[in-house]
């Protein structure tokens, strides 16, 4: 087995900064004892001199404009519940190790992803897509990886051996025992992981308890660890706080963007595809604006997601200023497999589809539609409009795609013949019965025509228009 461990030990902070790309000077506080103090602080209030465990009042003095947010711990679990989610599109072993961990599986995938180092980049790219910092550490055990992973060792251990060479000189502090056992620990000068292995096993045991030990074997894979798995939720929405208030529209795409990987890796756990979106921008005392994104067959890519997102939300004006989004997945469904292109190009049927989509955003839903074919000999009923695009294959070369909507008398002296008869008799048992003979004809200017020639009378008409 091969665990990867991920700790974000800024998220207290990131559930108040990622919506805006540079937030001015913003510390998180929590009350601590009889006072409040600061837990975490963006860079920009870091450098006027604000820090971890100081007061808030001193923060207040050093930074002007400081933004102060109360620790949100349910925010925070959401968070955690959302990158979760996103880690599925790795494998489905994620378990959460709370307040700010992940700890994945990925010993079974690393031939999906092409290897441990692709899993790694990729990892680091959607992280950093989300607005999420992490410490990443791999080892054969799930509290090894994580121990590494907190003491911010950024190494991919599989050799157990080595293993316990690189933990033995982490901290004592890492380990997840009382203050009573660490504060003992430190009496008999034991600072690291390996002043705590080399101790008698059985007086260890005796003097801190049993948890002690078994922690430490946990870490070097020598005790079996049992974890729950993350069970990811049945229909997926996610929301997030801006820093401040927006006012254009265009604005909320980089908050939206931090959304996207979740939903990718929802969809790509759920082997399925979103056909609909929907963007809820919250306002101060106005009902929320909704904005509703269709494509034309489910898709699971955060990229196209974001295109089109960007298309609609230049055509959206806003009543008020947005303090919050919500983004959510209305209809999700299964997304069968396709086989990939040998050299990885796209096909010309998603890049129609695609157009399609933004001519609709431009255009208007009701004013783009597909075609696709009917079964029906009657050329004027012989198609309809459709949701999607499709590949219509067309069943006679003779025949245009191009049909007037109301066929024009034409006289038989204007135009020559080319090719024909092809006679169409059809539609007895509906009461709408043809008996004509179709011509492909070519008028005085060179245009190619569709003709035909109704047999109940010998009148004559145009029908089409060849491109």
Known sequence: MLWLALHFSSLSLEVFTRGAPEPGPLAVVEKQGGRTRVVA??????????????????????????????????????????????????TPSVSLAPPAGLLLEIGACLNLHRGLGNLLKQARNGLDAMGHAAAMACAPSSHGAWLLAKAGIAKAIRDPARL????????????????RVL?????????TLGDCLRLPRAGMARRFGQALADELDRALGRQPEARAFFEPPARFERALELPAPVHAAEALLFAVRRLLPELEGFLVLRQAG????????????????????GFVKPVRDAGRMQLLLRETLGHTRLPAAVHAIVLRAPRVLPLAGANVDLFLTKSRE????????????????????GIATVAEHRPERAWCTAQGSKRVAVANRHRPLWLLPTPLPCRDGRIKLKSGPERIESGWWDGGDIARDYYVAEDRDGAQLWVYCE?????????????
Do not use: K
């Open 350 to 369: 998603a890049d129609g589809d695609l157009l399609l989509e933004r001519l609709r955003i431009r255009l208007g839903r009701d004013a783009v539609h």
């Open 274 to 293: 979103v056909q609909e979106l929907e963007l809820v921008c919250r306002h101060e005392r106005r009902d929320p604006t909704r904005v509703t994104l």
């Open 164 to 179: 316990e060479q690189v933990l033995a000189a982490l901290p004592v502090a890492l380990l997840e025992q009382t203050p």
């Open 455 to 467: 047999r109940a009378n010998g009148e004559w008409y145009v029908h089409g228009v060849f491109a």
């Open 41 to 90: 602080c963006n860079t920009a209030a870091a450098a006027c001199g604000v820090c971890a465990g100081m007061a808030a009042s001193a923060a207040q003095a050093l930074a002007d404009g400081l933004v102060l947010c109360r620790r949100d711990p349910v925010a925070e679990q959401a968070s955690l519940d959302g990158l979760a989610v996103w880690a599925g599109r790795f």
């Open 183 to 191: 504060e003992g620990l430190e009496r008999v000068g034991a600072e």
